[in-house]
């Protein structure tokens, strides 16, 4: 089992800057790779970045790229999101996600609201 805690998030102008953290606990020797997804109200639940845990090679979705960073923490298994020019768009709950290896099986954290006001 591995469990994801996140922190950061909340309220945030337009062309403000916030920054995510998941810390990855328990089993993290099988986890492949870690991202971020968020869910607009409405909206089905989308990828915004995601990095190997194995070489760190990131992937980020097209309307984030430029603006959002991926980068990760060995040390003590943390995942950051670094959110920057920061649209209105962009207001979602952000879940940490990590993939199992071989399964591909995922885990998730709890959610963290991100606002974005105009």
């Known amino acids: 089992q591995v469990q994801l805690l996140e922190s950061g998030g909340g309220l945030v102008q337009a062309g403000g800057s916030l920054r995510l953290s998941c810390a990855a606990s328990g089993n993290v020797v099988s986890i492949n790779s870690m991202g971020w997804y968020r869910q607009a109200p409405g909206k089905q639940r989308e990828l915004v970045a995601i990095i190997a845990t194995r070489d760190g090679s990131t992937n980020y979705a097209e309307s984030v790229k430029g603006r959002f960073t991926i980068s990760r923490d060995n040390t003590d298994n943390t995942v950051y999101l670094h959110l920057n020019s920061l649209k209105p768009e962009d207001t979602a709950v952000y879940y940490c996600?990590?993939?199992?290896?071989?399964?591909?099986?995922?885990?998730w954290g709890q959610g963290t609201q991100v606002t974005v006001s105009s």
């Open positions: 996600n990590a993939v199992r290896k071989f399964t591909g099986y995922m885990y």
